[in-house]
């Protein structure tokens, strides 16, 4: 009994050692992008997205968002979601037609930004979401390359958002 333990021991921890190092030639960063047009003008798409306090009444998973600072320069914010708390930041805003989030937590396994980007379009509003994500760990990317979408979190926030966009 006591060689079987050993055996299975040396073999999960060479096959740890083995996804590390698989994960080490994996790219750290990903692009995902989705683009979804809505029946409602862009003030309403934009005036949604840049609403950062009023997320957890749209997008689900999102259970609270504290502002932390909100002005023209400095807007960040926390979020409290499926991943646990995220903070985040604007590293741009161009009112009406683009808005560029980063995540502002070190200490994250992860990171990255979010371009989203809003055009008029005949009968209503192109919305792309663009994420350029980043895994810092290892073995986190290969368990994102083989078991998570990149682009889960998109689709459902653009599906959330459809959902608020017809409630309005």
Not at 53 to 74: C, H, I
């Amino acid at each position: 009994m006591l060689k079987w333990t050993a055996i299975i021991v040396v073999a999960l921890v060479v096959l740890v050692a083995l996804v590390a190092l698989i994960g080490m030639f994996l790219p750290k960063g990903h692009r995902a992008s989705r683009t979804v047009v809505y029946s409602a003008p862009p003030e309403s798409v934009y005036a949604a997205i840049s609403d950062f306090a009023k997320f957890p009444e749209w997008r689900s998973g999102v259970t609270t968002v504290e502002m932390l600072s909100n002005d023209e320069r400095n807007t960040r914010f926390r979020e409290d979601g499926p991943h646990g708390p995220v903070t985040y930041k604007v590293e741009e805003r161009q009112p009406g037609t683009r808005l560029v989030t980063r995540i502002d937590d070190p200490s994250l396994p992860f990171g990255g930004k979010w371009t989203l980007d809003v055009k008029p379009v005949p009968g209503g509003t192109e919305l792309t979401i663009t994420e350029d994500g980043e895994i810092y760990n290892p073995i986190f990317r290969v368990v994102s390359k083989v078991v998570f979408s990149p682009y889960t979190t998109i689709d459902t926030y653009q599906a959330d958002l459809g959902k608020r966009l017809t409630r309005t």
